[in-house]
């Protein structure tokens, strides 16, 4: 028995992406895999996702993009997010990587490579229609609007793509929708007039698909969906959605004690047992992505059974009381899943905590390992 492991259910993967399609109707999709495919594994999720027809991938990071490359993947793959000088920027250009630009360096940059390597680069131009991290705001548009035309009309860029990213996608009703929407439209309109007219447009995460359909455009960028998660409570659980989670995080106890009432558990005693009971010890902590904040909250199946964590997330282990049930070292416990067997949800940990399902998967660290079933990985 592994102390943990972390199986990821391909084909929950590929069901997935079979609803977030018929949701999508003629946009196409992209699967985002930043982050490790938000812990799942970038690489084996991307060939799953491959496999399941997916014509694009989305990344943050340039690395990323490059590693997919490295991995033989020859399809469109977009990275988004980079910093000046990034010596995978020119990689990347010349391995025919789509980048989003959104500022006058970032265009000069990859302008750059593509003269140097004699082709012309695809560059997504992002317009921040109100988030306010990356893309260009309505003071810089104008100024990069020019320099793309101009990158352009020399042949260093092909401009593919206009988009941008919501604040608040994934709430139906959000006021901050609608004015995005409108800049967006604004931001178009003036590209236009600076003779930019490419014909993919892509402003839709998972919870925009969601909460507003109307705003697939040609492309979704879907990540969360994906992985069986909700985008956000407020539009239902992953089961709600008709999506399965994909990851389940399995462990077995380390060691099981009888204690009396009164037994203070774990740093700091900040729980002691009320009667006496069996305690569980669950070989996996905060070096593995298991929050801290899930100390004295989080619940586990311990051979099917839900018990609560008690006391404080440790570094390598933490402590579930299992109350009268029989339980001795090598019990399997299973801390999150899909929910089909009496283990609770990534959703249901990131509730507990006071965080989203996103952060409680992408956290899983390099320590545990990744299995693959329902798939070729
Ligand atoms: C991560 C990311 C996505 C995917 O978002 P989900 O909510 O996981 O679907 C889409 N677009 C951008 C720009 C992102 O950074």
């Avoid at 750059?112 to 082709?119: F, K, Q, S, W, Y």
């Amino acid at each position: 028995m592994t102390r943990g492991v972390a199986e990821v259910d391909l084909s929950a993967i590929a069901a997935n992406l079979d609803v977030v399609a018929e949701r999508a109707g003629d946009a196409q999709v992209m699967a985002v895999v930043k982050a490790d495919a938000y812990g799942h594994g970038m690489l084996p999720v991307s060939r799953a996702a491959r496999a399941h027809g997916v014509p694009w991938l989305g990344v943050a990071l340039p690395a990323e993009a490059l590693a997919l490359r490295a991995d033989g993947d020859a399809g469109r793959v977009l990275a988004w997010l980079w910093t000046p000088g990034d010596p995978d920027v020119d990689a990347c250009v010349a391995q025919g990587i789509d980048l989003s630009v959104s500022t006058t360096w970032a265009l000069a940059e990859v302008a750059a490579a593509a003269r140097r390597h004699g082709t012309s680069a695809r560059v997504h131009v992002k317009v921040d229609t109100g988030l306010s991290r990356n893309g260009a705001g309505p003071a810089e548009w104008p100024d990069v609007l020019a320099a793309v035309a101009q990158a352009g009309a020399e042949g260093a860029v092909d401009v593919v793509a206009l988009w941008t990213h919501f604040a608040d996608a994934d709430t139906p009703g959000a006021g901050s929708v609608a004015a995005q929407r409108t800049r967006f439209a604004d931001a178009v309109a003036e590209a236009a007039a600076a003779g930019l007219r490419p014909d993919l447009q892509h402003l839709s995460n998972s919870g925009g698909l969601w909460a507003h359909p109307d705003l697939r455009a040609g492309l979704v960028r879907i990540g969360i969906a994906m992985y069986g998660l909700t985008p956000a409570p407020a539009l239902g659980t992953g089961a709600d959605l008709g999506l399965v989670p994909a990851m389940t995080l399995r462990s077995a106890l380390a060691n099981t004690k009888a204690v009396e009432p009164g037994t203070g558990v774990s740093y700091g005693h900040t729980w002691s047992t009320r009667a006496a009971t069996t305690l569980g010890l669950v070989p996996l902590g905060y070096a593995d992505g298991i929050p801290r904040a899930g100390s004295d909250r989080v619940e586990v199946a311990v051979a099917g059974q839900r018990h609560r964590c008690v006391g404080r997330v440790a570094m390598d282990q933490f402590v579930v009381d299992l109350g009268r049930d029989a339980a001795e070292a090598g019990t399997p416990v299973v801390l999150f899943g899909p929910g089909y067997s009496g283990e609770p949800t990534a959703d249901d940990w990131a509730h507990a905590m006071g965080t989203i399902g996103y952060e409680i998967v992408t956290r899983i660290g390099p320590r545990v390992p990744r299995a693959y079933v329902g798939g070729a990985a």
